[in-house]
């Protein structure tokens, strides 16, 4: 039962999303909904890092920023279509993932996050600089629009189902990741790494790969990025964007995929509800956070879990009551 009510859930959220953009009318809100798709399955990859194994990882904007890269310059250079592109930028920040955490996650601890921090800042410098390559500060221009076969997809309402089809790729890689031995493996890791290797885990096997699963979804969302805007420049990766990528995973639950959803879309979509405060909105968008963190300190997802620890108490205490009558 409880199964088949989870089943229901997932299917309502399905059909959610697939209904929203016919009542929307705003191309500024759709893209904004894309954008707040790409931002979630950048915090589903910074979960599996620091919500399911603990590293605290600064620097998924600068995968981001490899993907974007990577995939529009396998457009613009070389005119490779969206499917083969999005592959080369995931392959290429694996590997960047791969030669990164090798070295970096030796150290671990709070050194592994001023390690991502100056990573982030190389390869913003590398973006802005390396201009045969990214255009440098002026950035890469004509990417053209995202194709799939026949498929073109012009406007933001047809891109978000792009979008939204790899997003929820995403989050059953995510969800598989989490339920399977491997995900076992990174929540013993971030619970004690002296117990982890006492059950036999390889520790820094499986820390490597958790970074290496991080930043393939930073390729994927820089690529959804660069084929959003179809222009991509290197301010746009910067260590602030990582940390409200972090703040995204910290509201909306680390650990908790559904929590991490809900956080990334709230957080997107938050400034512009307040933005008619004018200059009081980012001092009140920053308390909100603020108390959030405070009184909710395992996200979003945990007032959920208090809420349905309260509901099933309510339905078992008339049955408790009843066969106390009788007794």
């Known amino acids: ?59 998924s904007l600068a995968f981001s920023g490899i993907g974007a890269y990577t995939s529009g310059v396998l457009a613009v250079r070389f005119g490779l279509p969206f499917p083969l592109a999005l592959i080369g930028a995931v392959l290429v920040t ?15 601890g709070h050194y592994l996050a001023f390690m991502t921090i100056a990573f982030g800042e190389i390869m913003r410098l590398i973006f802005q600089n390396w201009t045969p390559v990214t255009g440098g500060a002026i950035g890469l ?13 012009k406007t933001h309402w ?36 002296v117990a982890a290797r006492a059950l036999g885990i390889n520790t820094y096997y499986h820390k490597v790969l958790a970074f290496v699963l991080g930043a393939a979804f930073g390729g994927v ?37 559904a929590g991490v959803v809900v956080g990334a879309f709230l957080l997107t979509f938050l400034p512009e509800w307040l933005r008619f405060l004018k200059d009081y909105y980012m001092a009140i968008y920053g308390l909100g956070i603020l108390l959030i963190v405070l009184f909710l300190p ?5 007032l959920w879990d208090k809420v349905r620890a309260r509901l099933a108490a309510s339905r078992r205490s008339p049955a408790v009551q009843t066969s106390a009558g009788k007794g």
């Open 1 to 59: 039962m409880r199964f088949k009510r989870s089943y229901l859930w997932y299917l309502i959220g399905l059909v959610a999303l697939l209904v929203l953009p016919q009542v929307i009318s705003s191309p500024y809100t759709m893209f904004l909904l894309n954008m707040a798709v790409i931002y979630i399955i950048l915090a589903l990859g910074l979960n599996v890092v620091f919500g399911m194994t603990g590293m605290l990882n600064l620097a």
């Open 141 to 153: 221009s004509g990417i053209k629009y995202a194709t799939i076969g026949p498929l073109v997809f």
């Open 158 to 193: 047809s891109y978000y189902y792009l979008s939204v089809t790899l997003l929820l790729i995403m989050v059953y890689i995510a969800n598989r990741v989490r339920v399977s031995k491997l995900g076992r493996a990174f929540e013993a890791v971030r619970g004690s790494e």
């Open 221 to 257: 969302a820089g690529t959804l990025y660069a084929f959003l805007m179809r222009y991509v420049d290197p301010g746009t990766f910067t260590f602030e964007d990582s940390a409200r990528v972090l703040t995204m995973v910290m509201v909306g639950g680390r650990g908790s995929i």
């Open 298 to 302: 395992g996200g979003v997802a945990s």
């Open 94 to 108: 694996m590997a960047f993932g791969l030669v990164i955490g090798l070295p970096t996650i030796r150290i671990g």
